[in-house]
């Protein structure tokens, strides 16, 4: 096992050091002078005791030094099996291995199966939930299982069905080009949740799904210019309206394509009636954003894969990850189509996987 003494001095677990009621290290200065003394090894209790040049002494449990070894094995393990699942990137002919279909009863009742859920959703961003009652409240109480909703400035909950007047672009019958929930938020909703209600019996009302990560990774490879001008060039997003009493003016400025400082991804936005007519890159970049943006767009739609949701189904999906759309349909009295949507945030999604991870014993 490989450790940096000035870690080890940085996290001793003596009462001077460490609060164990809250599982956090107590101010005790930077130290980055201080040296091991000497080592010794109490094989009865598993113990590692250090000596250090400050006169402080430290104690460590084998298994605690285990699960925190720094060599890159142990590292790599802790990233994908506590941190966050590794994400695996799919195209629209692997959608059929890839998607996975749970019941919504079994959300409730079942730890193991929320877990799985969550797992897919983290790994794969798509998740299918069936068989859920045709209730208003169904969303709420999923979302409890994992921890609570997250709430924007349209509310908890919305409806999304064709509405005269519509103050939002989804509201309306037209088809829905692909697109990722609200980019204009700096901290932006990460999983949405569909509940249909009602399904249009019109020809039309199909959900279109694309994994923006795979599109991403096409434009790297083969189109290394066009993923440059998305990943670096920043894109007014705004919102601007009223909703439920409460007026509005939502702006964030971020490219297409957010990366990490390894340069793996982190969020795509993109959303055509979101996009701010304000572009505040100079004006010689703009035609080159536009001709990687139509790439983009292209490269998404070839990729996306369709389907119609039945009532009692439940769509999940990464919203930081996916863009997602439907084909156009007609509305009537008699031919109406109705989808509760909310969110959660990965914040809470990922607590609430490693909490059933533990509970269950797959970090045992």
């Known amino acids: 096992m490989q450790f940096p003494e000035i870690w080890l001095r940085d996290n001793c677990q003596c009462k001077s050091c460490y609060l164990p009621q809250t599982r956090s290290r107590l101010p005790h200065g930077w130290h980055t002078k201080v040296q091991v003394r000497e080592l010794s090894w109490c094989v009865d209790t598993q113990r590692l005791h250090i000596d250090w040049s400050d006169e402080h002494q430290s104690s460590f449990e084998l298994s605690w030094l285990q699960a925190r070894d720094f060599a890159p094995a142990n590292r790599k393990r802790y990233l994908s099996d506590c941190y966050r699942p590794e994400p695996r990137h799919w195209s629209r002919q692997q959608y059929p291995q890839i998607q996975r279909e749970f019941v919504y009863e079994e959300l409730l009742q079942s730890d193991e199966a929320l877990l799985q859920w969550l797992q897919q959703l983290a790994v794969y961003g798509l998740a299918m939930i ?105 894109v007014d997003w705004a919102d601007i309206g009223s909703e439920k009493g409460l007026s509005f003016h939502n702006i964030w400025r971020a ?22 007519s304000h572009f505040s890159i100079p004006a010689e970049q703009v035609r080159p954003w536009y001709e990687a943006m139509a790439l983009f767009v292209r490269l998404a739609n070839e990729q996306a894969c369709t389907f119609k949701t039945t009532p009692g189904d439940i769509l999940t999906f990464d919203n930081l990850r996916l863009v997602h759309g439907r084909t156009g349909y007609d509305d009537t009295d008699r031919n109406v189509r109705h989808i509760v949507g909310a969110f959660l945030d990965w914040d809470i999604a990922y607590s609430r996987w490693r909490v059933l991870k533990q509970s269950l014993g797959y970090n045992n």
């Open 130 to 234: 069936r068989q859920a009652p045709l209730e208003l409240n169904v969303l709420q109480t999923l979302c409890q299982r994992v921890g609570f909703m997250r709430r924007t400035t349209y509310g908890h909950e919305w409806h999304v069905s064709a509405q005269p007047g519509a103050s939002n672009y989804a509201y309306l019958a037209q088809p829905l080009p692909l697109h990722t929930d609200m980019p204009y938020f700096e901290y932006k909703p990460s999983i949405t949740l569909l509940h249909t209600l009602q399904q249009s019996d019109s020809p039309g009302g199909w959900n279109l799904l694309t994994d923006a990560f795979h599109v991403a990774d096409l434009l790297r490879a083969e189109h290394p210019k066009a993923f440059q001008m998305l990943s670096e060039t920043p």
């Open 255 to 276: 490219p297409v394509i957010n990366l990490d400082v390894h340069g793996r991804y982190l969020r795509i936005n993109h959303s055509v009636p979101q996009r701010d």
